[in-house]
C-alpha cells in the first residue's frame, strides 16, 4: 500500500501482527476504474473508433471521469507520514521511476522505424514518430504514460497545499473547485499548453484530489442503506450533463461547470457502487495491483485488439450497438487476463519498477502464509 488507508476509514481489527489493513471498497473502486480504462482504450492511440464505432459516444462519456476517478481516490488515501524526504522519496519510487521504465513502451515505434524505415507507412497516422520528437515528448513533456507523472506532480502540490492552508477544509474545498475550473478553462479556450513534465495536468489532478482529501470523512460516515438511492441519483444526473456536453447544448462558459459537475457525479456513482458492493475479489485484485495494471494497459490492449481484429480477422464495424458492446467487453476481458499474468511476472522479477523491494514481497507472502 503506497500510503496508509487508515485514515480514510476506522481502521478494522489487524489480522497480521505489523501489516496495515487495506480498505476494500477503495479497491474496488480503483479496480472499477482500471476496467473503465481498458474499455476505454478500445479506441486507437489518436483517438479513432477504427474497430468498434459505435461504441465512440459510450467511451467518450467514461472519458469524463474515469481518471478523475482515480484522482479523486488518491485524495481518500493521500497522508505525509514520514515529513517531505520520505514523502518525496516514495513517490518518486512509486510514481516517476514506474513512469520512466515502462513508458518506454512509447519509444518502441519510432525505434523500429529508425531500424527498418519501410514500417513508417505502417505506423504513420496523425502522430509524429519521428525519434527526436518522440523523445522529448516521452522523456521531457511526460507524455508517455502521461497519468504516472502528472499523478507525481499532483501528489507534490497536494503536500504543499495541505501544508499551507493548515488543514484547513474550507479552504481547500474552494482551492480545489477553483484549480478544477480553472484548468477546464484553459484547456477549452486555449488547449493544451506544452509544459513539461505534465505540470499543468498536475494542478487539475490537484483538485480532484484536494476534493477527494475533504470528502473523505463524509464517504465515511455514509448510510448503507441510502446507497442504491445515491447510485440512481448520480447515474440519472450523468447521462443527463453527459448529454449536455455531447449535444454542445451548453454555452462554453458553462461548459467547464458541467464537466465538472459529470466528472463528480461519475466518481460518486462508482464510489457508492464499490461500497455498496463491499467484497469483489476480482475487482479488488485489480486494485491493489492498479499501477502494473495502468501501466501496462495501453500495450495490453493492443496487443489484444491484433488478436481479435487482425488475427482472427474479425469485423464489426458495420454492426449494431449491442454485437460491439459484446465484442468490446471480450477484447477488454482478454486484456485484464493478459495483465494478471503480466503483474505476477512484474511483481516477481521487477519489484523495484513500482516501488517495491524483494523483502517487501517476502513479507506478504510470510504475512498470506500466517
Known amino acids: 500500500m503506497s500510503v496508509s488507508q487508515s485514515t480514510v476509514v476506522d481502521e478494522p481489527m489487524r489480522k497480521n501482527r505489523g501489516m496495515k489493513a487495506r480498505i476494500e471498497w477503495i479497491d474496488i473502486a480503483k479496480g ?16 479513432q473508433s477504427v474497430w468498434l464505432p459505435a461504441l465512440d459516444v459510450l467511451v467518450s462519456a467514461i472519458y469524463l471521469f474515469h481518471m478523475p476517478l482515480f484522482y479523486f481516490l488518491g485524495g481518500l488515501t493521500f497522508g505525509r507520514r514520514g515529513g517531505f524526504k520520505a514523502f518525496l522519496i516514495r513517490k518518486i519510487k512509486t510514481l516517476l521511476v514506474p513512469y520512466y521504465i515502462f513508458s518506454l513502451y512509447f519509444l518502441a515505434k519510432p525505434i523500429a522505424i529508425l531500424l527498418i524505415p519501410s514500417m513508417r507507412a505502417t505506423f504513420q497516422t496523425n502522430h509524429n514518430y519521428d525519434l527526436a ?21 499532483a501528489e507534490i502540490m497536494m503536500y504543499g497545499l495541505v501544508s499551507i492552508t493548515k488543514n484547513n477544509h474550507a479552504i481547500l474545498t474552494v482551492v480545489s473547485v477553483a484549480l478544477i475550473l480553472i484548468s477546464f478553462a484553459v484547456n477549452g479556450f486555449i488547449g493544451k499548453l506544452p509544459i513539461p513534465f505534465q505540470l499543468w495536468k498536475g494542478v487539475e489532478i490537484t483538485g480532484f484530489m484536494a476534493l477527494g482529501y475533504v470528502l473523505r470523512e463524509w464517504l465515511k460516515s455514509l448510510e448503507q442503506h441510502r446507497l442504491t438511492a445515491y447510485i440512481v441519483i448520480c447515474f440519472t444526473f450523468f447521462c443527463f450533463l453527459a448529454w449536455c456536453i455531447f449535444s454542445k447544448s451548453v454555452s462554453l462558459t458553462l461548459d467547464c461547470l458541467v464537466r465538472l459537475l459529470s466528472a463528480i457525479t461519475g466518481i460518486f456513482c462508482c464510489i457508492f457502487l464499490a461500497i455498496e458492493i463491499k467484497q469483489c475479489g476480482i475487482l479488488a485484485y485489480i486494485g491493489k495491483a492498479s499501477l502494473v495494471f495502468y501501466s501496462l494497459n495501453a500495450l495490453t490492449l493492443n496487443i489484444s485488439k491484433l488478436v481479435v481484429f487482425r488475427l482472427l480477422h474479425l469485423n464489426v464495424a458495420s454492426c449494431d450497438f449491442a454485437i460491439q458492446f459484446c465484442i468490446g467487453l471480450v477484447v477488454t476481458g482478454l486484456s485484464l487476463l493478459i495483465l494478471f499474468f503480466e503483474n505476477l511476472f512484474v511483481q516477481k522479477y521487477m519489484p523495484w519498477s513500482i516501488g517495491r523491494s524483494k523483502a517487501h514481497r517476502s513479507r506478504r507472502v510470510l504475512g498470506a502464509e500466517k
Open 32 to 47: 472499477m476504474g482500471i476496467v473503465l480504462v481498458s474499455f476505454g482504450h478500445l479506441r486507437n492511440g489518436d483517438g
Open 133 to 153: 520528437h518522440q523523445f522529448v515528448d516521452v522523456l521531457v513533456m511526460g507524455n508517455g504514460l502521461w497519468f504516472l507523472m502528472a499523478f507525481f506532480v
